[in-house]
Structure formats: C-alpha cells, structure tokens
C-alpha cells in the first residue's frame, strides 16, 4: 500500500498513523529525531535545531528545542495510543558543515550538542534509541517509513542508507 | 541585545549600505583575480524567518558550494559566499585556466585543489568585504581560517539558524548577488555573499553607524 508523504520543516514535530511516510529534507547540523510504536502503529518525528531552550518565551515552537522536543514528541505519541516501553528512537543528522580550524565559535559546534542533548532527553524519558547517524560533516535528508519502521538516510556523495 | 524585528528603515537602511561597501570591495577583489568584470547587485538588509531559511536563497535542496568565515574584534560577525555547484565548479576551472594557462575540467582535478582553489576565491572575497567595513565602522577584526562545504543549500544555512535561532525566530541578513560578466555564450557563474552579524553584535553596528 502507497504512503503518502508529510515534509517537515525547520522545528516542527508531528505525530501520524500509518501509513505515511515522514520526510525531512536537508538537515544540516539539525536532528531529526523519529518515534515509533509498531504495535500501536503510530509513529513521530522532529526538526530539531537546537539543544536547550534556556527557558526561552513559551511562544517559541516545541520542536525547535531538544530539551522541549523530546518530551513534546513523546507525550503525543501516548495520546495516540502509543505506551512508554514499546517507543523506540532513531536520530539522524547533527553534523558539522563548516570547520574552521582556530575559531572559537559555539554556534559551529552546535550539531554535536543537539545530538547529545537528544540522546540525553531520551534516555531521561526512558525511550530506547535503537539506531543512530549522525556527526561528520554532510547534511541528511530523511525518510521514515511506517510500512517497515526504517529509516532512510540520504548524504551527498554517500548515497543511501537504512538504519 | 536587539529585537531585529523592531528596527526601523532608516536602520536597515544604513545596514544596507554597509553591506554596499563591503560587496564593493569584495567584487573589485573577485574582479582582479578573474580578470572579469564583475555585475553587482543592490544589497539587501533582509529579516528572514530562521524556520524558512532553507527556501529563502533558492531550492532547500539544491547543491551549493559555500566558503564560511568568522570575524571577531570590534564587530563580531560570520560571512558566507554561496554558490551553486555548477557555478562554483566553472569559477575554479577559470581559475585554474589563469593560473596554469591550460583549461582542465574540474573533475580531473584533485578535490583538494578544487577546494583549495575555491578557498582561497572565498576566502580573498570575503576579507575584502571585511576589511572595508571594520574601515567604515573603525573597528579591529581577526578573521578566522575559512571553513568550505558542499552540500545542500538548506542544510549549509543551519549554521544560520544556529547564530540566531537561540535569540529569535528572526535572522538579520544582508545579501548581495554577484555576477561574473564576460562569458561564453550560456555560462554563468553568480554568488551570494551574506553577512551574517552576531545577535549581539547589531548595537554596537547600529551606534558606529549613528542610527541609535
């Protein structure tokens, strides 16, 4: 049976039934972060951009935060049936597009935090995070299928790969 | 720190023009090392949605080669010049034709001299942007080693999303397109240069320029 396709775009984050095929197209040093619970058959995904939310305005979009995404994701995935212990994490993205040897900038660094705090965030929450790409320096696009739970990852020059 | 949304013409104006004498320079410097004369367009100071970054220069995915520079001193700020791939890939062979005074296709070439080439293109294109303005603002400035990329245009303009995204939704830009002219018939190469000021950085640019 075809999928249809949602695109995410920067900070957003979105619960869906299968089947739909979650997209996100060209992260750099963002996360897309992906839930899923095959046996409620319901499945999530985020454009992360950033770790910490630093207590930042309530205006600002949940999915632009690792530390406010996650939690988000997770408390709508149980609203559409999903349970804590069946959630399963795969993350993609979080590399570093430009080195500049000598620089002193935080903000270059950025998609090595956003990884951590993710994995951090899931851990807290009790989520099990099955599978993983990210770092290097190459932006990802991403494809989540809810027919078979894969991830497939998209880099420039490396071609495809599911995890 | 400044809410950009909240800036009013006449400062987005006289951020402009600093992006005007900065691209100037920057073109007479990528006008001397082509040997090309260079079309320079109307700078613009642009307030663009951090969430809308990846489609605001062009196709999200769309493959671009970027040169990347920090400056720090008295006006902290990172510099970007971005082309697409077919464009950057033209100027190198250019390049390299004026160099070594034999043209070779860019895919017989080493990617470490590619890059290297397109490096130094960036690299002497942005200092020149930087050192007119830190004249015009009589600032000090170090700039940092260039970092270079190829990749796809939304995931290259995160590190965008990365300076702002942590103060706003809203980022400050100044773009200006290049040109270069004097061509065969049907080939192009143009570039982007986008200044992109530290959050932090936009007051004291707004004192030194006496719009505050």
Redesign the interface.
């Given at each position: 049976m075809a999928e249809n396709s949602i695109v995410l775009g920067m900070a957003d984050l979105m619960v869906v039934p299968a089947p739909i095929k979650l997209i996100t197209l060209g992260l750099g040093s963002c996360i897309g972060l992906v839930v899923y619970d095959s046996f409620a058959k319901v499945a999530g995904m985020a454009h992360i951009m950033l770790p910490d939310s630093r207590g930042l305005s309530a205006a600002e979009k949940v999915g632009k935060f690792a530390d406010t995404a996650v939690p988000a994701l997770i408390e709508e995935m149980l609203k559409k049936g999903a349970t804590r212990p069946r959630i399963k994490a795969k993350i993609a993205g979080g590399a570093q597009m430009f080195s500049l040897p000598g620089a002193s900038a935080e903000f270059l660094t950025v998609g090595a935090k956003n990884v951590n705090e993710t994995k951090k965030r899931l851990a807290r929450m009790g989520i099990a995070l099955i599978a993983s790409d990210t770092g290097g320096n190459k932006g990802r696009t991403i494809e989540f299928s809810t027919s078979n739970w894969m991830l497939k990852v998209k880099t420039l020059g490396k071609g495809i790969s599911e995890i | 720190m400044c809410d950009v949304a909240s800036f009013n013409e006449q400062q987005l104006d006289a951020i402009r023009e600093v992006g005007n004498i900065g691209t100037g320079n920057a073109a007479t410097a990528l006008s001397g090392l082509l040997s090309r004369m260079i079309h320079m367009d109307v700078p613009k100071t642009e307030l663009v949605s951090?969430?809308?970054?990846?489609g605001h220069y062009g196709d999200?995915?769309q493959?671009v080669g970027?040169v990347?520079?920090?400056s720090s001193g008295g006006f902290n700020c990172?510099l970007i010049f971005i082309q697409p791939e077919e464009d950057a890939q033209l100027m190198v062979e250019l390049l390299l034709k004026q160099q070594f005074g034999t043209f070779i296709p860019y895919s017989e070439v080493p990617q470490d001299i590619t890059d290297s080439a397109l490096t130094e293109v960036g690299n002497i294109v942005l200092s020149s942007f930087l050192s007119s303005i830190n004249m015009l603002l009589g600032t000090q400035y170090q700039i940092?080693?260039?970092?270079?990329?190829?990749?796809?245009?939304?995931?290259?303009?995160?590190?965008v999303?990365?300076?702002y995204?942590?103060m706003g939704?809203t980022a400050l830009l100044v773009n200006t397109e290049l040109k270069v002219e004097g061509l065969e018939e049907g080939r192009k190469i143009s570039g982007h240069i986008i200044l992109i000021p530290d959050p932090d950085a936009l007051g004291i640019l707004l004192r030194k320029l006496k719009v505050i």
């Open positions: - | 951090i969430y809308e970054l990846g999200p995915m493959v970027a990347f520079v920090r990172s940092s080693v260039p970092g270079v990329a190829h990749d796809m245009l939304s995931s290259i303009l995160d590190v999303a990365s300076i995204g942590q939704e």
